[in-house]
């Protein structure tokens, strides 16, 4: 989950940036990975509300995310 956070953080500051992002209601990104045991994924079910800009804090974007998995 620590490597998978920054990068879909990242990702969502890059889709809210991108013509895509405004008709994004939902996102999810999901790692399936040799190193873990089933898949892990997070999501955002509420994309258009919240700012994904860095925002009060990046440590606060972290918190957005519904996790799923180990």
Same mark, same amino acid.
């Given at each position: 989950?620590?490597d /998978?956070?920054?990068a %879909?953080t990242? /990702?969502?500051h890059n *889709? ?8 994004t ?5 999901t790692?399936?990975?040799?190193? *873990? +045991?089933?898949? $892990? %994924? /997070?999501?955002?079910?509420n994309?258009?509300?919240?700012p !994904?800009?860095?925002? @009060? $804090? +990046? ?5 957005? !995310?519904?996790?799923?998995? @180990?």
């Amino acid at each position: 989950m620590a490597d /998978l956070l920054p990068a %879909a953080t990242d /990702l969502a500051h890059n *889709l809210k940036t991108d013509e895509l992002g405004a008709t994004t209601a939902t996102l999810s990104i999901t790692c399936v990975c040799e190193h *873990l +045991p089933g898949r $892990t %994924a /997070l999501h955002d079910s509420n994309f258009q509300q919240h700012p !994904w800009d860095g925002t @009060p $804090t +990046p440590d606060a974007e972290y918190l957005i !995310w519904e996790t799923e998995g @180990p």
